[in-house]
């Protein structure tokens, strides 16, 4: 099973930018995917294959990496993206990150 | 609109069985392989299983393999998971989501399976 890592949790102030990070324990190619997940709600699609920004979502959010390596981020933060943030990858099956919390300070 | 709808949740003992339903609505549905995930309380997401177009493929992780079935009615514009054997680590909230490029571009709003005694 390809093991994605993820940091548990990040803070940030309003108006900064903030990297999120996902390493993968074997490469995926560009076959990775990020989600902002609120309390109560279903996951949502941010990025896919790594660098592709999903409809509707706001150009603020951004993905980078291959291979291994990938970073999804945020800049300039609001209060409004305060979430859990899951990568997940489609090269061998599908799998998910642990996922990272972000609050705002 | 893509919409997603499941069915079929609720409190089950352990090692019966439970269907869940996925109603599609809003785009072609015979066009995109379809899953399954699924998310414990306070936990993270897990990938349940996953059907090609026509059906004829299904992959499943080895936690669920040999007890859950996943089927799809495209006349219907139905997405199915059966669920045998069913154990307390599956209890969980169980979203249908369409594949696209290998993610999740949409997903349904959940329905919550609780296996207990």
């Known amino acids: 099973d390809t093991v994605l890592t993820q940091s548990p949790a990040l803070a940030v102030s309003p108006g900064e930018r903030v990297s999120i990070s996902c390493r993968a324990s074997?490469?995926?190619?560009?076959?990775m995917h990020w989600y902002q997940q609120k309390p109560g709600q279903q996951p949502k699609l941010l990025i896919y294959?790594?660098?592709n920004l999903a409809s509707g979502v706001p150009a603020r959010f951004s993905g980078s990496g291959s291979g291994t390596d990938f970073t999804l981020t945020i800049d300039p933060v609001e209060a409004d993206d305060t979430a859990t943030y899951f990568c997940?990858?489609?090269?061998?099956?599908?799998?998910f990150g642990g996922g990272t919390k972000l609050e705002l300070k | 609109e893509v919409q997603l709808v499941e069915s079929g949740g609720g409190l089950v003992q352990p090692g019966r069985s439970l269907k869940l339903s996925c109603a599609a609505s809003?785009?072609?549905?015979?066009?995109?392989?379809m899953a399954w995930v699924r998310q414990a309380p306070k936990k993270g997401l897990e990938w349940v299983a996953t059907?090609?177009?026509?059906?004829?493929?299904?992959y499943y992780p080895d936690s669920v393999k040999g007890r859950f079935t996943i089927s799809r009615d495209n006349a219907k514009s139905s997405l199915y998971l059966q669920m045998n054997s069913l154990k307390s680590e599956d209890t969980a909230t169980y979203y249908c989501?369409?594949?696209?490029?290998?993610?999740?571009?949409?997903w349904g709003q959940g329905v919550m399976v609780t296996v207990s005694s």
């Open positions: 989501a369409r594949l696209n490029y290998g993610s999740y571009g949409y």
């Open positions: 809003g785009f072609t549905f015979s066009n995109y392989y």
């Open positions: 059907i090609s177009t026509s059906g004829s493929r299904t």
């Open positions: 074997e490469g995926v190619n560009s076959y």
């Open positions: 294959k790594a660098s």
């Open positions: 997940q990858q489609s090269w061998n099956d599908w799998t």
